[in-house]
């Protein structure tokens, strides 16, 4: 069967200046006209954004200063199988360890591979409260550590990071550095993980910003 003739899930959030969650003191999403159909026969707009603005993918040299860039992420790693695993239950800031990971019930999915998203149903907070979307849950950096040790190169959660979210200083992101520094790639702000079954066929490429660190992705999944 076509994947064209499958039910398709959405996994990003609308670029909407109106309605996003973005960090304080980070760049806004803006979206200006500068040309109209009505006065020049066409119609135009200039954009700007940073580079880890809405649903995106951390490449390594986000934070590993000789770490892959986006576009040199291979595009095989972000089409292909996913696990989704739920972790709808932790609260805010809890921490998912790498012993609720082999509790969880499609733990035995994980294999080389395979990407794995964290379904903390945390998107639902998105644009809605500017606090509780910060106070996510987050993963530990042993659960970093014993992916890549298991194949896996690629995750995703539907929050704003697997690390908590510290919106000053002094700023601390042991996952990133664990998971980037060993050549993994993270996206962020996921969404609609609820509407997945425990595995899923998923494209999460991004925009291909040469030389950059992080870049929009139009995820998709498909049933």
């Known amino acids: 069967m076509s994947v064209f003739t499958m039910s398709l899930v959405d996994l990003s959030h609308p670029f909407d200046p109106e309605r996003m969650s973005i960090p304080p003191g980070l760049p806004q999403f803006i979206s200006c006209p500068i040309a109209t159909v009505p006065k020049d026969g066409f119609s135009m707009h200039t954009v700007s954004f940073g580079s880890h603005t809405g649903t995106h993918i951390d490449a390594p040299s986000h934070f590993i200063a000789d770490g892959k860039t986006i576009d040199q ?3 095989t790693a972000l089409v292909g199988s996913a696990v989704v695993l739920d972790f709808t239950y932790k609260g805010p800031k809890e921490v998912i360890t790498w012993a609720d990971i082999t509790k969880s019930p499609h733990a035995d999915k994980i ?8 379904h903390t149903g945390w998107s639902k907070h998105w644009a809605a409260d500017e606090q509780i979307y910060w106070d996510h849950p987050y993963l530990s950096p042993d659960v970093a550590e014993q992916l890549i040790a298991r194949g896996i190169s690629v995750i995703g959660i539907d929050c ?3 690390d908590k979210s510290l ?7 042991p996952f990133h550095l664990a998971f980037l520094g060993r ?22 490429l991004p925009i291909n910003l040469v030389g950059c660190d992080g870049a929009p992705v139009r995820g998709i999944a498909w049933k």
Do not use: D, H
């Open 160 to 162: 704003a990071s697997p």
């Open 111 to 118: 294999e080389p591979g395979i990407i794995v998203l964290f």
């Open 167 to 173: 919106l000053e200083p002094p700023w601390n992101f």
């Open 183 to 204: 050549g993994g790639f993270i996206v962020e702000n996921l969404t609609t993980l609820g509407e997945l079954g425990p595995k899923v066929m998923v494209n999460l």
């Open 73 to 75: 992420i291979p595009l």
